[in-house]
């Protein structure tokens, strides 16, 4: 009895372990891993956020500055409202920094690349980034391009 | 001329002796399947073999599982960061695990742990008159030795499936994240963006359940029908470890085809 008892024990762990791996698997690690950076609040409106996704990276010269922590429509423009956390090391971005939607090479994932403005004050905890551009959408640089070779 | 026609005729009773395996599987998968449900009146007997023939395969399970993602990880970032594409590691190994590594490798393995586990046990009941011995007494073999089997390797398959793929993500990670230094937020948030819980999860469960039922069927059908003599058990276990794995690698490419093809 004891021994069978010992067998029904290990096996409901054994079965309760496959099944808890399957639901980390399925329900998409819901935040397992995403340590938020702790840090200062930007956000910037974007007309087309592309591939952005939450945890994508915000970078300034190319190295990692902060992530992108949520995404969402402002209910008025209809453009996207992308909040990002900064670092506070890099407290000392001008306000009026410029904010860019660019791909990691040819199939990577699309990232927030900051570059710096000259102004003299800096952004703070929950600024806006009022200039931006939006991620480059392939198609319409090919129709673009088509266009005006068309019109030539 | 003659030897041709041997030959010819070594060909036919091959493919007989082929087709007449398949049949009386079949027709053996036919009885089982009677006897499948009234197999539950004693769950005792199924998590008895769940730990058979499930528990006890984690470690070689596990220990795998960990190896096929480190090294997915290294050969992945190799290959992605020539495209300068190493932030899509993580989705890459828990794809290629979640699809098709950890429902194939698993149950691969699974056929050579316990697969030929259960067939030598049941061979050699029948060779030393047990499962006769059984029958005198009115205990319906099927129900009391070779149900609790089956389902205690299909049980056990998928599930060892998803901790083979999940411990692998984590040695993708150990290796691309803290090894070759891939951004650590990327790696699961690529992840997390781009696997579909039921397309991607649901589907590798699918398939090891299936891996599952057909290394459990192989099993004991090979143990059930083994001749009974020494040299017969081992052409019976030999027999099971080949069959479940050409098995589980031409299913795997019939439900590939089916479910990501296309």
Known sequence: MNVQRGVELVVGLFVLAGIAALMVMALQWSNFGASRVAGYEVTARFDNVGGLSVLSPVKLAGLTIGRVDSIEIHPETFQAEVRMVIDDKYDNLPTDSFANIYTAGLLGAQYVEISPGGALESLEDGDRITMTQSAIILESVVSKFLFDKAKE | MKALLNAIARLGRLFLDGAQHAGSMALFAVELAWVLIPTWSRPRDIFQQIYAAGVLSLVIILVAGGFVGLVLGLQGYNILSNFNASESLGVMVALSLVRELGPVVAALLFAGRAGSAITAEIALMKTTEQLAALEMMAV???????????????????????????VGIVGGYLIGVVVLGVDQASYWGQIREQMEAWDDVGGGAIKSLAFGAVIALISVYEGYR???????????????????SLAVLGLDFVMTAFMFGA
């Open chain 2, 226 to 244: 083994a001749e009974p003599t020494a040299s017969g058990m081992a052409r019976a276990t030999t027999q099971t470890v080949v069959l479940s």
């Open chain 2, 140 to 166: 319906d073999p099927m129900r009391r030795v070779i149900g609790p089997r089956f389902w205690g390797a299909m049980i056990a398959v998928p599930l060892l499936a998803a901790m083979f793929s999940l």
